[in-house]
């Protein structure tokens, strides 16, 4: 089954606001990470968040890790036209066969900035 | 410079026909992978490959084979092709870290859009 879950499937903003997407997960994880994808393009990594970490930060980049509530949230400040992308979070599950060869997709939120 | 290329980038064809899709990157990683991305945008893996070994097969049809002939590169082969193949096929590579502070941040391809007809 799906590990990883956004919240919204689809977002639509104007440029300046702050754009805010969620993940949850249902097992238990080493970590999680977030990517990003442009139309018609491949993923990009955006950053990595690890299970003993609670909040991380990239630039305009700010995600949190709840793994009591097995959730994520990444939150684009200042956003720019060329954030509109479909982001995903990724989970490397607890015990994946004792590896972490497998990262497990969410279904993306569609991020839209308006100029 | 291309980290991870493949090639072709676009693949029409007819239902029944066989075709492969390659892979290589250039960042010196040890795991490849081979990902399918379907019209409602889900992503969602069919293989890895780790130092040329395969680790993992997720349920994919045997029609399907993906082949390292080296670490840098991992093909993919697909027999009897069927309509619903049509979709867009990622390739990725990642380093292996052991221990417990092993991360595994993928770096992908530009993607195969396969239209089978």
């Known amino acids: 089954s799906q590990q990883g879950e956004e919240d919204p499937q689809a977002l639509s903003i104007q440029e300046g606001e702050n754009a805010t997407m969620n993940c949850s997960y249902k097992t238990s994880i080493n970590n999680l990470q977030w990517y990003r994808q442009n139309s018609g393009r491949g993923l990009v990594h955006l950053i990595l968040i690890r299970s003993n970490e609670r909040e991380k930060h990239s630039g305009r980049l700010r995600v949190t890790l709840d793994t009591s509530k097995k959730s994520s949230s990444l939150l684009i400040t200042a956003s720019r036209a060329a954030d509109t992308a479909s982001y995903f979070c990724?989970?490397?599950?607890?015990?994946?066969?004792?590896?972490?060869?497998?990262?497990?997709f969410g279904k993306g939120t569609l991020l839209t900035v308006n100029p | 410079d291309t980290a991870v290329s493949q090639t072709p980038k676009y693949l029409v064809t007819q239902m029944g026909n066989d075709k492969s899709i390659k892979c290589e990157q250039n960042?010196?990683?040890?795991?490849m992978y081979w990902y399918k991305q379907d019209s409602k945008k889900f992503l969602k893996i069919m293989f890895s490959?780790?130092?040329?070994?395969?680790?993992i097969n997720e349920t994919v049809p045997n029609r399907f084979s993906p082949k390292s002939p080296d670490k840098a590169h991992l093909n993919l082969h697909i027999n009897s092709l069927e309509l619903g193949d049509s979709a867009v096929y990622f390739c990725?590579?990642?380093?292996?870290?052991?221990?417990?502070?092993?991360?595994?941040?993928?770096?992908f391809g530009p993607g195969t859009r396969l239209t089978v007809l």
């Open positions: 960042l010196g990683h040890d795991t």
């Open positions: 990725a590579s990642s380093s292996y870290s052991s221990g417990r502070a092993r991360y595994n941040e993928q770096f």
């Open positions: 490959y780790n130092n040329k070994e395969l680790i």
């Open positions: 990724a989970t490397d599950a607890v015990g994946s066969g004792g590896s972490n060869y497998k990262l497990t």
